[in-house]
Nanobody, 123 residues
């Protein structure tokens, strides 16, 4: 599967952005999906994940209540709605996919990656 992320940009603290990640192929519903982010000089970190039918979502503690991951299997797209953004959310955001069931939140669990979309939160 090929993943194409979009929707990043510059936003003021407290603002919102919606990231999208469109996938190629007809088997989108086979994939367990996630969003990761990587700030300059830091390791790539887990943000959120969603199960194949969208019934189960998981978030890192720092984004709970502010971010929402969702998917539309008919459109082969996964989304990340980000509200009440903070400067510490600034990073390059990546979508990722795997056909397996991840055991951990590590990026090594995922086989397919989008190219990343930049989110900058600054006044």
């Amino acid at each position: 599967v090929q993943l194409q992320a979009s929707g990043g940009g510059l936003v003021q603290p407290g603002g919102s952005l919606r990231l999208s990640c469109a996938a190629s192929g007809r088997t989108f519903s086979r994939y367990f999906l996630a969003w990761f982010r990587q700030a300059p000089g830091k390791e790539r970190e887990f943000v959120a994940s969603i199960s194949r039918k969208g019934y189960t979502t998981v978030y890192r503690d720092s984004v709970k209540g502010r971010f929402t991951i969702s998917r539309d299997n008919d459109k082969s797209t996964v989304y990340l709605q980000m509200n009440t953004l903070k400067p510490e959310d600034t990073a390059l955001y990546y979508c990722a996919a795997t056909t397996q069931d991840p055991v951990t939140r590590g990026p090594h669990e995922y086989d397919y990656w989008g190219q990343g979309t930049q989110v900058t939160v600054s006044s």
